[in-house]
Nanobody, 122 residues
Framework: QVQLAESGGGLVQVGGSLRLSCAAS????????MAWFRQAAGKEREFVAA????????FYADSVKGRFTISRDNAKNMVYLQMNSLKSEDTAVYYC???????????????GGQGTQVTVSS
């Protein structure tokens, strides 16, 4: 069973950057599509980015395209989300998740972590 632990969140000013990390344990994630989702207070969880098992295919929500970059290191069992040019609307709890096949539907993914809070202040 894959267990996930997100880290790297924090408080940053508008225009700043953060790098989120997702550490997987229990079994290798090399065969899974990995994704980041976020959930702002009072809102539904939403798709942010996804990466194929090989890392060859990347998918982004329109709201973060050009600002966020998802990557993975299968040897280290890690997934990352580099977030640049942060906006106040990026404030949310960020979760990583895995799934056999790519999807943007948060309800079809497997989660394992508590998430990491990102707060962007203006």
């Amino acid at each position: 069973q894959v267990q996930l632990a997100e880290s790297g969140g924090g408080l940053v000013q508008v225009g700043g950057s953060l790098r989120l990390s997702c550490a997987a344990s229990g079994r290798t994630i090399s065969g899974y599509n990995m994704a980041w989702f976020r959930q702002a207070a009072g809102k539904e969880r939403e798709f942010v980015a996804a990466i194929s098992w090989s890392g060859d295919s990347l998918f982004y929500a329109d709201s973060v395209k050009g600002r966020f970059t998802i990557s993975r290191d299968n040897a280290k069992n890690m997934v990352y989300l580099q977030m640049n040019s942060l906006k106040s609307e990026d404030t949310a709890v960020y979760y990583c998740a895995f799934r056999t096949f790519y999807s943007r539907d948060y309800s079809t993914y497997n989660y394992g972590g508590q998430g990491t809070q990102v707060t962007v202040s203006s």
